[in-house]
Every structure is written in C-alpha cells, then in structure tokens.
C-alpha cells in the first residue's frame, strides 16, 4: 500500500544549528501537510503544501514540496530549544472509502542549549 | 472557541473488557477520525468518518468499532481490550466535503490507555 517515509527519525542539534527533516511518498500526492508535535501534546497543524515545486516560509522554517509531487521538506535554521518535538508530514491517500491523510513516522528533534 | 475534546484523558483497563473513549468537537465538522500513536509507528489511522451515519475502517481498524449518531461525536470502541492495545489514541477532526479527508485536522489532545 500507499507509504510516507520520513528521515531521520531522530536528531539531535546544538541551539542555533540548522535542522532538515525530508519527507517521501511511493505515490503523487494532491498535497501535504506538516504538523508539529511538542513533547506530551497532540499534533498541531502547521502548513499545507498544494503545489509542484512550492515554496513557503513561517519565519525561521521553510517548507518545499517537489516538482513530482512525492517528495518534501522542513528545514528549520538557527534552531531554538521551542523547536523541540516531533514533525510529521502527512499526504493524501485513497483509502477503501474516500481519501484520507497518512502520516509519516515524523522526526523527532531535540536540541541542546 | 470551537474545540475538539477527549475523554478520558488516562484510561487503565484488564485485558478482555470493553472500553469506549469519547470524542466531541465543536467545530461543527463533517470529518473525524481515530489514530493511535505508538512508539515507532508515528500515527496510525483506526476509523474514520465522513458525516453521520458513516465509518470507515483505516489501516488498523482490528478489534475497534465507531458509531456516529450526530456530527459532534465520534466515540471508539475496544470491544475486548487487549494488552496490544495500549497506547495513545488521538482523535481529529476537518471540515472537508464528503469523502476527502485531506483537510487540515485538528487534533484533540489524546487518551493514554494501559491495558493489564
């Protein structure tokens, strides 16, 4: 069936080192989604990414979804300690009935002061 | 606010009961869905749902049951709890039309279930 892989699953940063978490589909995807899961939260909405080859910023984190539509990225530069937790990207999938998201397996990053 | 809620947020259970776990959103969403969460495994689809009256199995829909009377509730069902079953379950919720649950989903904030 349908996967999303990401890597790495974990890594480890000094505060103000950058950080890039990619993301994988066996399949095209329509679009994809980034969510942020801060340690013991839910995972809360970050970004949808509808377009081959798009580009968006929120601040300090830039979101790139590739020109096949199966691939994206996070990248977050100079890293802070709010930084912590785990990101998940999520594309669509067709399931038995309809579509739906799947998530990949996230990264989780912790970073050092 | 609208708000998406779970209860209870700890559940400690015996192997072979049933549990349900609640799941409410006022957001007023046609969408909702149940995922567990596993060390390892990232976010696991269980059921979802794309207004009343529907369910639909996700990728581990095993020995769990949905029912959905009205837009604002999706309560699971462990029919006979198992130790496998332990985890933390997140329900989610999005606008979207019938049958494409890509939207943004808002989470709630998880039930950590120990199952004996």
């Known amino acids: 069936g349908q996967q999303v892989m990401q890597i790495p699953q974990y890594q480890h940063v000094q505060e103000g080192e950058d950080f890039t978490t990619y993301c994988n589909s066996s399949?095209?995807?329509?679009?994809i989604q980034w969510y942020k899961q801060r340690p013991g939260g839910h995972p809360v909405f970050l970004i949808q990414?509808?377009?081959?080859?798009e580009v968006k910023k929120q601040k300090r984190l830039t979101f790139q979804f590739g020109e096949a539509k199966k691939n994206s990225s996070l990248h977050i530069t100079a890293t802070q300690t709010t930084d912590v937790g785990t990101y998940f990207c999520?594309?669509?999938?067709?399931?038995?009935?309809?579509?739906?998201?799947?998530f990949g397996k996230g990264t989780t990053l912790s970073v050092s002061s | 606010d609208a708000e998406i809620t779970q209860s209870p947020r700890h559940k400690i259970t015996e192997t072979g009961r049933q549990v349900t776990l609640a799941c409410h959103q006022t957001?007023?969403?046609?969408?909702m869905f149940w995922y567990r969460q596993d060390l390892g495994h990232g976010l696991r689809l269980i059921h979802y749902?794309?207004?009343?009256?529907?369910?639909n199995k996700g990728e581990v829909s095993d020995g769990y049951s949905v029912s959905r009377s009205n837009t604002e509730d999706l309560p699971l069902t462990l029919e006979s709890a198992a130790s496998s079953q332990t985890s933390v379950y997140f329900c989610?919720?999005?606008?979207?039309?019938?049958?494409?649950?890509?939207?943004?989903?808002?989470f709630g904030p998880g039930t950590r279930l120990t199952v004996l």
């Open positions: 989610a919720s999005s606008e979207s039309g019938t049958s494409d649950g890509t939207d943004t989903q808002y």
């Open positions: 399949t095209t995807l329509s679009n």
């Open positions: 990414l509808v377009k081959s080859g």
């Open positions: 999520a594309g669509d999938s067709l399931w038995q009935a309809g579509t739906a998201l799947i």
């Open positions: 957001w007023n969403h046609n969408n």
């Open positions: 749902s794309y207004g009343v009256q529907d369910t």
